[in-house]
């Protein structure tokens, strides 16, 4: 008798179970079919206008300035050559200055805030009478692209504009403040935000981080490096950095050493 009711229990705790796993299957897959149903989020696009008004007061450096109000605006994914760490005289100061103030006195003025940096300075896409500041200023020779993760959805139009400027010649590109560097260029601009172009020799993942190398010698030649974190941005635009050895790549960051001259990559 006791053998049965045990039995019976048994029995009954198996069936419980199974249909709690059944039960948590169904539940399982009713989620996993609703997630696959949600619409995936739009990317995110360049602003084509901006929302609030500002009011320009003078400008600081070749890509911030200070509104009326007090506050510190600063263009968003780009940089001027002081920032950049660049040798520049004080003339070519004044000419970044006087570009951005060009842009600005005259227009009227709204902005698209992407955030701030860590000096409190807010960053923005500006625009000046519906005309983006930033691709002008790249486009005139003044600025280069430096492409962040809140200036993403403006980085292929910046780049562009960046393009036309340096096969035109503009500004400071004719007069040989911005060049792009080949990587045995390198040694003497550590802590200087360069563009570097050159063949992958080879690329390896240790740890998660990428290394992409454009010499032989890892030790002493120019390297990029992918951190893990980074690699997710990578993935979801397909670009496999272990798929470069053999193929000429550009590339833009600040230059460090580590071993050789280093570069950490922030975006594909």
């Known amino acids: 008798m006791e053998l049965s009711r045990a039995g019976h229990l048994v029995r009954s705790v198996v069936s419980i179970a199974l249909a709690a796993a059944i039960a948590a299957a169904f539940v399982f897959n009713a989620e996993a079919a609703s997630r696959a149903r949600r619409p995936r989020a739009a990317p995110a696009q360049c602003p084509a206008t901006g929302t609030k ?22 263009l968003s994914g780009v940089l001027d050559p002081e920032a ?8 070519q100061q004044k000419a970044s200055r006087k570009a951005l103030e060009d842009l600005l006195k005259p227009g009227s003025l709204t902005a698209a805030e992407t955030g701030k940096d860590r000096y409190g300075r807010i ?3 500006l625009f000046a009478n519906a005309v983006p500041v930033a691709q002008a200023l790249v486009r005139g020779g003044y600025l280069r692209a430096s492409p962040d993760a809140p200036s993403a959805p ?16 503009a500004a400071f590109w004719g007069a040989g403040l911005y060049k ?7 040694r003497g601009r550590l802590g200087t935000f360069q563009i570097v172009e050159g063949t992958i020799a080879s690329a390896a993942q240790i740890r998660g981080r990428m290394y992409v190398n454009f010499g032989a010698d890892y030790r002493k030649d120019f390297t990029v ?3 893990s974190a980074e690699m997710r941005a990578f993935r979801r635009a397909k670009l496999d950095p272990k798929s470069l050895p053999g ?19 922030v975006s594909p």
């Not at 008004?53 to 605006?73: N, Q, T």
């Not at 792009?180 to 390198?186: G, I, K, S, T, Y």
Request: hydrophobic fraction near 50%; include cysteine.
């Open 225 to 227: 490096t992918v951190a």
């Open 180 to 186: 792009v560097l080949a990587p045995d260029e390198l």
């Open 247 to 265: 193929q000429r790549v550009r590339v833009r960051g600040w230059v460090e050493l580590f071993n050789g001259p280093e570069m950490d990559i």
């Open 123 to 125: 960053l923005a896409h």
């Open 154 to 169: 403006c980085a292929s139009l910046l780049l562009k504009a960046e393009e036309e400027a340096r096969s035109s010649g």
């Open 84 to 91: 950049a760490g660049l040798p520049v005289s004080a003339a």
């Open 53 to 74: 008004p500002i009011a320009f007061s003078k400008a600081l450096d070749g890509r911030s300035f200070a509104a009326e109000d007090g506050a510190v605006i600063r």
